[in-house]
Nanobody
Framework: QVQLVESGGGLVQPGGSLNISCAASGSILSINGMGWFRQPPGKERELVAVITSGGSTNYADSVKGRFTISRDNAKNTVYLQMNSLKPEDTAVYYC?????????????????WGQGTQVTVSA
């Protein structure tokens, strides 16, 4: 069993900044990619940013230059620093991780999602 717990969401004014984090815990052998997705009200879930265990990153065009993803492999934690926030960044932000886990003597690979954290950008 692997759990992803997000924290740091909230209400921020346009132009402001917010940092959200996600910690993975449980029966983890290794975590490969970690990332953030978001689901704006009434819309589909979309990719925000991803980062590999080696530190390579990829961002959605809409957040390039404003958001920075980083991770602490020792803590199995991924961060998303969000600057110059806009009202259209309002969404539930979900953490995602894929990796190798174990259950008893068995190992398996899989992907996990966090429960989501609300980010609201409004004056």
């Amino acid at each position: 069993q692997v759990q992803l717990v997000e924290s740091g969401g909230g209400l921020v004014q346009p132009g402001g900044s917010l940092n959200i984090s996600c910690a993975a815990s449980g029966s983890i052998l290794s975590i490969n990619g970690m990332g953030w997705f978001r689901q704006p009200p009434g819309k589909e879930r979309e990719l925000v940013a991803v980062i590999t265990s080696g530190g390579s990153t990829n961002y959605a065009d809409s957040v390039k230059g404003r958001f920075t993803i980083s991770r602490d492999n020792a803590k199995n934690t991924v961060y998303l620093q969000m600057n110059s926030l806009k009202p259209e960044d309002t969404a539930v932000y979900y953490c995602h991780a894929d990796g190798s886990y174990y259950s008893g003597i068995f190992g398996y690979t899989g992907a996990s999602w966090g429960q989501g954290t609300q980010v609201t950008v409004s004056a």
